[in-house]
Nanobody
Framework: QVQLVESGGGLVQAGGSLRLSCAAS????????TGWVRQTPEKEREFVAV???????????VYADSVKGRFTISGDNAKKTVFRPMNSLQSEDTAVYYC????????????????WGQGTQVTVSS
């Protein structure tokens, strides 16, 4: 079992920054594929970043085009992953942000992620 808790969301003006974290208990994140998913007010879901082995030297992270160059994630330690930070936030970044882990080596969709956090709200005002 893996319990995930996100934190760091809030209200920020356009152009500002936030730092989101996801803390895991029970297991180390480096054992799993870790994803950050956001759900917009219109209920659309988007993977913003997927890491293969957060915190390890062989980690690979893939970013959605919509956040590439603005968002960077890394592992503080084997049980925590953070956005460092989320820069140049725009209104279209407004969403609930979830971290999730998959026990599969190459998950293809959100349905192949086994554990999810409760989410943290990010609201960007224009």
């Amino acid at each position: 079992q893996v319990q995930l808790v996100e934190s760091g969301g809030g209200l920020v003006q356009a152009g500002g920054s936030l730092r989101l974290s996801c803390a895991a208990s029970g297991r180390t994140l480096s054992r799993y594929v870790t994803g950050w998913v956001r759900q917009t007010p219109e209920k659309e879901r988007e993977f913003v970043a997927v890491s293969t082995a957060i915190g390890l030297s062989g980690n690979r992270t893939v970013y959605a085009d919509s956040v590439k160059g603005r968002f960077t994630i890394s592992g503080d330690n084997a049980k925590k992953t953070v956005f460092r930070p989320m820069n140049s936030l725009q209104s279209e970044d407004t969403a609930v942000y979830y971290c999730a882990v998959s026990t599969r080596s190459s998950p293809k969709s959100e349905y192949e992620y086994d554990y999810w956090g409760q989410g943290t709200q990010v609201t960007v005002s224009s």
